[in-house]
C-alpha cells in the first residue's frame, strides 16, 4: 500500500491538509497529527494511488508545505520550521532528499499488463448461422436411387448403396451425387402465384418439395395452396421435418397424388 512518513525535528504534533494535484479529488483535512506521521490515504476514503499534492502543516504557528508525487512508498521527510512572517518560503522551495525520492513514480506490472480473462473477453465470439435455403422439388423414388416411392416411410438407399439412417442423409447424397438421382429443380421460395414443372420420372413415383422453416410458409397439409396441372389448390399428403447438414431445418412434402411418371405443372397460390 502507497503511504508517505513525515517526521519534524523541531515539532512533534501540528494539524496538516492534504490538496491533491488530481483534480477528481479534493482538499483533504487531516486534523491533528503527531510526529512522525504516517499519511494514509485509504483511511480518508482515497484510492491508495492518490498521494500526489501539497501537505500542509501548521505548527506553533508556522507553516510548512511539503510536495509527493505518485506513486509514494513509505518515505521520510525531514522538516525545517520557518517563521510566520515568511509563511515557509524555505520549505516549499528547497525539497529535501526524501521528498526528492519519491518523484519517481513506481508501477506494478498488474496495472499495466490485462490479465488472461481481461484478454478474453476483447475476442469478439461469432456463430455461423444457415444461410437461407431454396426451395427443392422432385419427382423420384422406385426405379432409381433412393429405390423407394414413399420417402417419409421407405428404406432409403444412398448412391454408394449404403442405406441412409435418416432422410436427411438420402436428401444430402441426392443433392451431393445428381447423376444418380432424377432432375431436382429449385425454386428461391414459395410466394403467390410460384409456379414450375416437376420432371417425369422413369417409373410412376410421388411429387416432393422441400422447404425451409425459415421461409415462414404456412402447412401445406393443412392449408389448400397446391395447384396441380390447373386443378382446384389442395393440401399436402404428408410430411416430414428433417435438418440439412449445414443446420438449416426444412419440411418434405409429399404432394396429394397417385404415383405418376409424368410431369406435372404446380403453381403455389397464398
Known amino acids: 500500500m502507497a503511504t508517505v ?34 499519511f ?8 491508495q494511488d492518490i498521494i500526489e499534492g501539497n501537505f500542509v502543516f501548521t505548527t506553533s504557528g508556522c507553516v510548512f508545505t511539503k510536495t509527493v508525487a505518485r506513486l509514494a512508498t513509505t518515505t521520510l521527510a525531514t522538516t525545517q520550521p520557518t517563521s510566520a512572517t515568511t509563511q515557509a518560503t524555505a520549505a516549499t522551495t528547497q525539497p529535501t532528499n526524501a521528498t526528492a525520492a519519491t518523484t519517481q513514480p513506481t508501477t ?38 433412393p429405390y423407394a416411392q414413399d420417402l417419409i416411410n421407405g428404406q432409403l438407399f444412398k448412391s454408394d448403396d449404403s ?36 420432371p417425369a420420372s422413369a417409373t410412376s413415383n410421388f411429387y416432393w418439395i422441400a422447404v425451409p422453416v425459415a421461409a415462414d410458409v ?35 412434402y409429399q404432394l396429394n397424388t397417385v404415383p405418376l411418371n409424368k410431369e406435372a405443372d404446380i403453381k403455389y397460390v397464398n
Open 5 to 38: 512518513l513525515f517526521t519534524s525535528n523541531n515539532y512533534s504534533s501540528g494539524t496538516a491538509v492534504f490538496t491533491p494535484s488530481d483534480p477528481n479529488y479534493t482538499e483533504t483535512n487531516l486534523g491533528s497529527i503527531a510526529f512522525p506521521y504516517t
Open 163 to 198: 442405406i441412409a439412417t435418416n432422410y436427411s442423409e438420402s436428401f444430402q447424397d441426392m443433392l451431393d451425387n445428381p447423376g444418380k438421382y432424377e432432375p431436382v429443380g429449385t425454386v428461391p421460395a414459395l410466394v403467390d402465384k410460384t409456379t414450375f414443372t416437376m
Open 218 to 252: 404456412p402447412d401445406l397439409t393443412e392449408v389448400k395452396t397446391l395447384e396441380i396441372d390447373g386443378a382446384p389448390a389442395d393440401i399436402a399428403k404428408a410430411k416430414l421435418n428433417f435438418t440439412r447438414k449445414n443446420g438449416e431445418e426444412y419440411i418434405l
Open 108 to 145: 506494478t506490472e498488474a496495472t499495466t499488463q490485462p490479465t488472461n480473462a481481461t484478454a478474453a473477453t476483447t475476442q469478439p465470439t461469432t456463430t455461423e448461422a444457415p444461410v437461407s435455403g431454396e426451395v427443392y422439388y422432385f419427382h423420384l423414388g422406385a426405379e432409381g436411387y
Open 40 to 47: 494514509d490515504p485509504t483511511q480518508f476514503g482515497l484510492p
